[in-house]
């Protein structure tokens, strides 16, 4: 038998021995520091978003043909109220490359160095992508990272503060944005390339493609990745490009009579169609958790978890002082649970139960989100993220036309859906 050289072909194989399991490659890539992506409920299944839509049905008012005068129940008739929000999946991607001179100076003792980049390459970019979405959950579609607080130009050297210095999670070297001038507004043509993060103040410094950039990079602009939002921008459901997170689903802003979330006109019933709204922001936190989710009992829902950023758990946990109680929270995979993934969280005691808050730092500050998680589900064709194969087994190398390599192709194709928004409330806190 003819010995076998190490080459291109075998070295992707060995490479795809180390994501055959799935389930391992999600809890320590995907899940491990995102929260809110490891516990919402799942449903990665081939049929998870088979189709080119995913209606979403609900009954918000019931029929009113009733009365203690029979002819007066016959006259008032009116039908059971009825909406379906028809929801379209969006996708994403993330490209890991590795050059062809690495395959070929992996030969004989040196193939475990192939391992090694190849291996760090794509563990990089299922974090990248995985980090991605966890933002994506907690947003509005419209692909915005981050607004611009303070903005200064010298010749091609942009300089920014973020307005919310805690949205710098977002960012990272080497992200390409572009600006908005709104929130899911057009584009700006300039783009500009993140040279320096400073995590500490919320800096950004950037490089310009242009001296003179467009009128869209100014203070209280907004900043998307390129690609993130199309070029007439992002400005209802059907032009978004990006997962519809928390803040799409139960906007803190109620919506207006015009309306249309994925079809729907939410203003006919903003509760039942768009979430409750509390302002808790004049009182404790705890104090607002307990009253908001009275809010949510009141419309018939019983929500057991809370998200909220790193700054408003620390502030909760030392308002409890020596009342403060620690749970331990496991997450969803869809295939029946994370067993060996777990969160640490605080319990509040409410009106229907206790409630278990989680710190996520994609969660924008001063705000939390209370939910019910089993009308929640995040769906997929396959898993969210997953190497990409067209058709073909196992994980497999694709030549790049422009270069000496070979690329591996992450991504997903997902959105997140809610069938009772109104059992769900976003908060606004006082930290």
């Not at 049905?57 to 006259?75: E, H, K, M, V």
């Amino acid at each position: 038998m003819p010995p076998v050289f190490n080459n291109a072909t075998n070295q992707i194989a060995a490479l795809k021995e180390l994501y055959d399991n799935p389930t391992e490659y999600m809890k320590d890539l995907v899940y491990k520091k995102n929260p809110m992506l490891a516990i919402i409920p799942k449903d990665e299944s081939p049929q998870g978003f088979a189709g080119k839509y995913i209606p979403v049905p609900l009954i918000y008012g019931t029929p009113q043909g009733r009365s203690a005068t029979f002819a007066n129940a016959q006259l008032n008739q009116t039908p059971t109220q009825m909406q379906s929000f028809f929801v379209f999946r969006v996708s994403n991607y993330v490209i890991a490359s590795i050059s062809n001179e690495l395959l070929e100076a992996a030969t004989g003792q040196n193939a475990g160095a192939f391992l090694d980049e190849g291996k760090l390459q794509v563990d990089a970019s299922f974090r990248s992508i995985s980090n991605d979405l966890a933002g994506d959950l907690f947003r509005s579609g419209t692909g915005t990272r981050g607004q611009i607080g303070t903005y200064a130009l010298v010749g091609t050297v942009i300089t920014i503060v973020l307005l919310d210095t805690n949205d710098i999670v977002q960012f990272e070297v080497g992200m390409t944005l572009v600006a908005t001038a709104t929130d899911g507004g057009v584009p700006s043509a300039t783009t500009a390339q993140v040279t320096n993060v400073n995590r500490s103040t919320g800096q950004l410094i950037l490089l310009s493609s242009s001296a003179t950039p467009s009128a869209q990079w100014a203070a209280l602009s907004f900043l998307v990745a390129q690609g993130d939002i199309g070029a007439a921008g992002a400005s209802g459901t059907t032009s978004f490009l990006k997962v519809a997170g928390l803040a799409a689903w139960l906007p803190f802003i109620a919506p207006v009579t015009g309306d249309s979330f994925w079809g729907v006109d939410r203003s006919v019933d903003v509760t039942r169609l768009a979430g409750v709204r509390f302002d808790g922001s004049g009182e404790s936190i705890e104090e607002a958790l307990i009253d908001g989710s009275s809010l949510v009992a009141r419309e018939g829902g019983a929500p057991e978890m809370c998200f909220m950023n790193f700054a408003s758990y620390s502030a909760l946990e030392k308002e409890l002082g020596s009342k403060v109680q620690y749970v331990d929270v496991r997450g969803d995979d869809g295939e029946g649970g994370m067993g060996d993934i777990a969160f640490k969280g605080i319990t509040v005691h409410a009106p229907y139960g206790p409630i278990t808050v989680i710190p996520d730092r994609n969660c924008p500050q001063q705000m939390c989100y209370l939910l019910e998680l089993d009308v929640w589900k995040l769906r997929s064709l396959g898993k969210a993220p997953h190497i990409l194969t067209y058709g073909m087994e196992g994980l497999e190398g694709l030549r790049v036309g422009t270069a000496d390599a070979l690329e591996i192709r992450i991504g997903y194709y997902a959105n997140l859906i809610t069938s009772a928004p109104g059992w769900n409330c976003v908060i606004r806190l006082s930290a």
